[in-house]
């Protein structure tokens, strides 16, 4: 599966430059400097793009772990731009093609012989001038947009990569015991320890994390991206979390990419508290607290009896307040109907792609033609609670309109 992948992604790679090549040499003949300068920036490009690609292809490792981050960025981006730009040259660029062949086909055999003359003089005339027709401005357009969009965007993430937002939550808790109001937890989500959210951004997120000082600190999945290589890291850095009442862990769908159990006895080992379909009762002093979490699951049919197994792990305390953590939103259905009164939640990166006029009025987010829960809290008419996490860190090096964040949950009684 591997090897289609690369193959699908060298394929899409190889046909825009070639496609670009040909472009740069038909349109650009009259322009002999311009053509060479053009054709070896091309080169250079695809260069920075296939390099990282070959050499993890044949063995020798990934140049990117070395490199400078913008680099990481530029291939991350380019991968998905460069996808969707030769859908799109396909989809609209070829019945284009074949409707201006035919448009032109059609117009030469309506002119005369003395006409083509006064054309041809018009095209020399045109040549002599140095001015590009508009079709030779649009190819051209169209080999140099992707790099400059891709490059820029890049520059841009570069500036943004560091900007981590502290969030302070009031979350609204049905039935919330007097002792418990004004209770603190620092959540964190989708660190995804790795290339691009690598060591000395994930010790910035955990020393801001524990500069918050909360009662208890929690991450909601996702805590590795994929590469297994960064375990030591992720160990050293999350592992220096620290709460009065624990720090607790729910595993996420990259952090199964590798694999699951190596992960799973790795984060144990460490001494990490990972609840997997199993909870755990916290002493607060005053009103326990059962904490529940549940692995990561596909199917959300498997939410329900993953909920009920962590569920019947201990026993319920009485008048105990019940905290779910799941790394995927959609349990907070499950989990209602169980009867949890608050489940903290990430995945979706709040939508990664957002756009607001301040946090109140949101125009567009592409979480929303993914998930039912996005970002932010959400209520059941009964009164159950759920925070969806944007994320401390990055799989994927663009985020707009939902930067990450570190967050403290302060659980507040119920407006009634």
């Not at 799109?88 to 006409?115: C, M």
């Not at 349990?331 to 006029?357: C, K, N, V």
Request: overall charge negative; glycine content about 8%.
């Amino acid at each position: 599966m591997f090897f289609v992948v690369v193959t699908i992604v060298l394929g899409f790679n190889l046909g825009w430059y070639l496609l670009s090549d040909w472009w740069l040499r038909k349109e650009l003949h009259s322009y002999p400097k311009a053509r060479r300068y053009s054709r070896i920036a091309l080169v250079i490009w695809m260069f920075i793009v296939f390099v990282p690609i070959v050499s993890q292809l044949v063995g020798l490792g990934n140049p990117l772990e070395y490199g400078p981050w913008i680099w990481t960025s530029v291939l991350y981006l380019w991968m998905g731009a460069i996808l969707f730009w030769m859908l799109g040259l396909a989809i609209i660029g070829i019945p284009t093609w074949g409707f201006l062949r035919y448009y032109d086909r059609k117009n030469r055999k309506q002119v005369t012989h003395s006409e083509q003359m006064q054309a041809t003089e018009v095209l020399e005339s045109t040549a002599q001038d140095n001015i590009l027709s508009r079709r030779q401005v649009l190819k051209l357009g169209l080999v140099a947009a992707p790099p400059l969009l891709v490059g820029s965007t890049a520059i841009a993430t570069v500036f943004a990569k560091d900007r981590l937002n502290v969030r302070y939550i009031d979350l609204p808790v049905r039935n919330l015991p007097h002792d418990l109001e004004g209770y603190t937890i620092t959540h964190l989500s989708d660190t995804h320890v790795g290339i691009v959210t690598g060591r000395e951004r994930i010790e910035n997120i955990v020393n801001t994390a524990n500069q918050l000082k909360s009662n208890m600190t929690v991450v909601t999945g996702d805590i590795l991206d994929n590469n297994f290589e960064y375990m030591p890291d992720l160990v050293d850095t999350i592992g220096q979390l620290k709460a009065d009442h624990g720090v607790h862990l729910c595993i996420g769908n990259h952090d199964k990419i590798h694999n699951a159990n190596e992960w799973i006895t790795t984060v144990r080992n460490a001494g990490m508290d990972l609840l997997l379909d199993e909870s755990i009762v916290i002493d607060t002093g005053g009103t326990p607290i059962k904490l529940l979490g549940i692995d990561y699951s596909r199917q959300e049919a498997d939410d329900y009896r993953n909920i009920r197994k962590a569920d019947e792990h201990v026993n319920t305390p009485e008048n105990g307040l019940k905290i779910l953590l799941a790394h995927h939103p959609h349990a907070f259905d499950p989990a209602s109907e169980a009867d949890i009164p608050i489940t903290l939640a990430g995945h979706t990166h709040g939508g990664q792609i957002a756009i607001r006029i301040g946090e109140e009025y949101e125009l567009f987010n592409a979480g929303n033609y993914l998930f039912r829960y996005v970002d932010g809290i959400y209520r059941k008419e009964q009164g159950n609670s759920l925070y969806v996490h944007r994320g401390s860190g990055d799989w994927f090096p663009l985020r707009a309109g939902v930067p990450t964040e570190v967050v403290q949950i302060r659980l507040v009684r119920e407006e009634t």
